[in-house]
């Protein structure tokens, strides 16, 4: 199958509202349509992950991050500026005030995560999807995320709608994103190096 192809199918799961499994920039993830609380709600229910604790989202460009955030900090533009180098180390950007998302994807004090993808594949898939994707490790909460395909829980397999065909093969170590905490007030922690 042709990554085309695979994106394309990808792409219609993801706007009947279903799960979809897809090699991210980081570890394999757990995909919906971060716009649709039912979806987000299924894959809260694949993780077995307490609905408390925030899922992030990949966007593909600077320009669909601020659907989704009301005010992005001068701070994170820095930031998002300095890791569009191939080398920088993919980092998730926990913002303020999260807009246009499904409600359950929201952290309690309105803020959520978000990561501009430089991978093709998940790049690719964000772009033609055209809206905010959840990316979620694929695995149960609490196991080890799944670095490869071949690392993934059956059970995770066999819950979604759909698995990516792209990167099936790739046996090389992956690990999760930076996570570092914005506030609007310019205020910056890091919760994960």
């Not at 820095?78 to 359950?104: E, M, R, V």
Request: overall charge negative.
């Amino acid at each position: 199958m042709t990554k085309e192809q695979d994106i394309k199918n990808a792409v219609e799961v993801l706007r009947r509202g279903g799960v979809i499994l897809y090699p991210t920039d980081t570890v394999w993830g757990i995909g919906c349509d971060a716009t649709n609380a039912e979806a987000v709600k299924r894959v809260y229910e694949i993780k077995q992950r307490d609905d408390s604790k925030a899922l992030i989202c990949l966007v593909d460009s600077d320009a669909r991050l601020q659907r989704y955030v009301r005010n992005v900090p001068d701070v994170a533009w820095q930031l998002i500026d300095s890791l569009k180098d191939a080398d920088s180390k993919p980092t998730t950007l926990i913002l303020d005030g999260a807009i246009n998302l499904a409600p359950n994807l929201i952290a309690e004090d309105g803020s959520i995560g978000m990561r501009i993808t430089q991978e093709p594949f998940s790049q690719e898939l964000c772009f033609r999807f055209q809206k905010a994707l959840v990316s979620t490790s694929a695995n149960i909460s609490g196991e080890p995320a799944a670095q490869n395909y071949c690392d993934i829980d059956p059970r995770i397999v066999e819950a979604v709608d759909y698995v990516c065909w792209s990167r099936r093969q790739e046996h090389k170590p992956h690990q999760p994103s930076s996570i570092i905490r914005l506030k609007e007030n310019g205020e910056v922690s890091i919760i994960r190096k």
